[in-house]
């Protein structure tokens, strides 16, 4: 920054989002042209796989890899210019090259066009093809929007084709048919005298809608074969609850399906939940690319909005279901753990009170016997007492001292022992007990 701006320091980021709305500005496109595109996943693919085959083009062997770190680039190479765009699935490449000018309006013109690229470059794109559009681009008066279209099919043969006006300066038409040489095929006619920017716009919207469009789909192939899966999961979670009622079933048992169920269920989640948000987002692109084309109905012929929406709305319809069916399995499999959590808890708690009465009867007993311990100890203490004044009388006996017999002394000091040890003895409990 220079140091005398009258600003702050600037935010790491504020260059790079304010040069987000510039990112991937509309080619420059001179009529009469055609625009090859091609998208591929770049699943796999590094930046450097694709910088080195750039280089491959003519006049680009010295092309560096920075110039790929902003994810676009336009070259001119000789007689057309070539578009690289990277996003974060696929990577585009567009070829703009004049249209002949003796190109005669046909199917066959379209397929056998000869492009400017080296013979085999298109076919050794790295990445795998998920969409290939050829489009011609020419400039025709459209006061009469039937014969423009009349013109415009000539390029299709005999497949019927869908056609919109577009903000009233263009016309195109398109039949949505893939071709033996794996290209789809779009027409259009723009007044003459229209602009490059405008032209170039026109091809990118039409180019973005249909790339898209088949990247929104891309959820279908998932959404369908999940169907049988979260029907044998719905079928296997009915079982689970069920039996959560009966009160023979081993909560064992219960735990290890109620986790199979669910690993299932977050393994599907896991592993389509991206492919279904993915489908949600290129879907909302499409519509406002529809939106975008301002389009107007030509007499005869569906409009691309009608045609695309009545095939692609029923799609996503399905995409959208199978993800809310998903996470609905997830929300039902998730009460079910609740409930056999807490008929675990009940169990739990049964069991522990048969444990506390279990001890509380062995304690009574311990009480029982201890109490029977108690009488068994008053009894030999006071024998122990008897027997040590037993000879502490026959000593006096013997100094004289002791009128009469020593066990007679000791016979009548029993009861007085006892008494004693027993008044000692509940004293001590007393004062235990106390504390």
């Known amino acids: 920054m220079n140091e005398d701006s009258l600003l702050p320091p600037d935010d790491a980021l504020r260059l790079m989002l304010h040069n987000e709305v510039h990112a991937r500005p509309p080619a420059r496109i001179r009529l009469p042209a055609v625009i090859v595109n091609i998208a591929v996943l770049n699943d796999g693919i590094s930046r450097a796989d694709e910088h080195a085959h750039l280089r491959r083009l003519p006049g680009q062997h010295e092309l560096a890899e920075d110039a790929l770190r902003a994810n676009f680039l336009r070259l001119r190479c000789g007689e057309f210019s070539m578009k690289w765009e990277r996003h974060a699935e696929f990577t585009r490449y567009s070829v703009v090259q004049p249209l002949p000018a003796n190109a005669e309006p046909s199917a066959q013109t379209l397929d056998a066009l000869a492009l400017r690229v080296p013979g085999d470059w298109l076919s050794r794109i790295p990445g795998r093809t998920f969409a290939a559009i050829k489009l011609v681009m020419l400039e025709r008066p459209l006061t009469f929007a039937p014969s423009a279209l009349a ?88 079982t689970i609850t069920a039996r959560l009622e009966q009160r023979g079933a081993s909560e064992a048992e219960l735990l290890d399906d109620l986790i199979s169920t669910a690993a299932r269920i977050e393994h599907a989640t896991a592993e389509h939940q991206y492919r279904f948000g993915a489908t949600q987002a290129y879907h909302a692109i499409v519509e406002t690319r529809l939106g975008e084309l301002h389009e107007g109905k030509v007499a005869g012929a569906q409009t691309l909005g009608e045609f695309m929406q009545r095939r692609l709305s029923p799609a996503i319809a399905t995409v959208t279901a199978t ?41 009574r007993t311990q009480l029982r016997m201890q109490a029977t311990v108690e009488g068994l100890s008053l009894a030999a203490i006071t024998y122990y007492v008897v027997s040590l004044l037993l000879y502490f009388f026959k000593a006096l006996k013997a100094e004289g001292w002791l009128p009469f017999s020593p066990e007679l002394a000791a016979g009548v000091a029993i009861p007085v022992v006892l008494l004693t040890v027993w008044q000692t003895t509940r004293r001590i409990h007393r004062k235990f007990f106390s504390h």
Request: net charge neutral.
């Open 323 to 363: 993800a809310q069916r998903l996470a609905g399995l997830s929300e039902r499999i998730s009460r079910a753990s609740a409930l056999l959590r807490t008929r675990v808890d009940i169990a739990t708690e049964a069991q522990n009170q048969q444990l506390l009465a279990q001890l509380g009867d062995g304690q």
């Open 151 to 238: 013109e415009a099919q000539a390029w299709f043969g005999a497949h019927a084709v869908v056609a919109s006006m577009m903000g009233g300066h263009s016309l195109v038409v398109t039949d949505f048919c893939l071709r033996a040489s794996g290209f789809e095929h779009i027409v259009v006619l723009a007044e003459p005298g229209t602009p490059e920017t405008r032209a170039g716009r026109i091809c990118q919207r039409l180019l973005e809608l249909e790339t898209y469009r088949l990247m929104a789909l891309r959820g279908l192939p998932a959404a369908k074969a999940l169907g049988s899966t979260m029907s044998e999961v719905e079928a296997a979670l009915a």
